[in-house]
Nanobody
Framework: QVQLVESGGDLVRPGGTLTLSCTASGLDSTTAIMGWYRQAPGKNREVVAQIDPDGTTYYADSMGGRSAISRDNAGNTVFLQLNNLQPEDTAVYYC????????????WGRGTQVTVSS
């Protein structure tokens, strides 16, 4: 059974940096497409970034180049570095996995809270 566990969310001041982690179990890291999403209060969930099995990365415009996605060598942990955080970045950040390009299944973690406030 695939399981995703996020960590690293915190309360930070504007301009701060955080690195979120998503640890996956039950996935084939050589085929899984991993992504980070976020959902702010009263808003729809939106994509932040994605990393493919070959390491190719994609970023949404929502953070204006202030995020960086990566994965460890074993491929079981995916990181999201958030830079120069602003109050509008306050949201629950979710990890999502698609086991392979041909899989119609998406697995979500429970999320980790990021709050940006002075």
């Amino acid at each position: 059974q695939v399981q995703l566990v996020e960590s690293g969310g915190d309360l930070v001041r504007p301009g701060g940096t955080l690195t979120l982690s998503c640890t996956a179990s039950g996935l084939d890291s050589t085929t899984a497409i991993m992504g980070w999403y976020r959902q702010a209060p009263g808003k729809n969930r939106e994509v932040v970034a994605q990393i493919d099995p070959d390491g190719t990365t994609y970023y949404a415009d929502s953070m204006g180049g202030r995020s960086a996605i990566s994965r460890d060598n074993a491929g079981n942990t995916v990181f999201l570095q958030l830079n120069n955080l602003q109050p509008e970045d306050t949201a629950v950040y979710y990890c999502r996995a698609q086991p392979s390009y041909s899989s119609p299944t998406f697995i979500w973690g429970r999320g980790t809270q990021v709050t940006v406030s002075s």
